[in-house]
Nanobody, 121 residues
């Protein structure tokens, strides 16, 4: 079983910064891509940023230039540095990981429990 545990959410004023962390633990062979998603009330979950195990990144247009995703493969941890936060960034942020349980190519998606980010105006 694989667990993803997120931390770092909270309440911040517009223009402020937060750093989210997500650590994977349990029994698995390796982790491919990892990513951060968010879901605001009444909206669908959307991709915020993703990173491959080789370090290639992609971002939603709405966060480009403000958010930075990174990972520490030795710690099986992914981070999201969020700067210049806006009220519209308010959402529950979820960590996701594509995990290989064994040496084969099959991957399984795992999700964290979510962490609330609230940006006040």
């Amino acid at each position: 079983q694989v667990q993803l545990v997120e931390s770092g959410g909270g309440l911040v004023q517009a223009g402020g910064s937060l750093r989210l962390s997500c650590a994977a633990s349990g029994s698995f062979f390796s982790i491919n891509a990892m990513g951060w998603y968010r879901q605001a009330p009444g909206k669908q979950r959307e991709l915020v940023a993703g990173i491959t195990n080789g370090g290639r990144t992609n971002y939603a247009d709405s966060v480009k230039g403000r958010f930075t995703i990174s990972r520490d493969n030795a710690k099986n941890t992914v981070y999201l540095q969020m700067n210049s936060l806006k009220p519209e960034d308010t959402a529950v942020y979820y960590c996701e990981a594509e995990v290989r349980r064994g040496p084969g190519r099959t991957t399984y998606d795992y999700w964290g429990q979510g962490t609330q980010v609230t940006v006040s105006s």
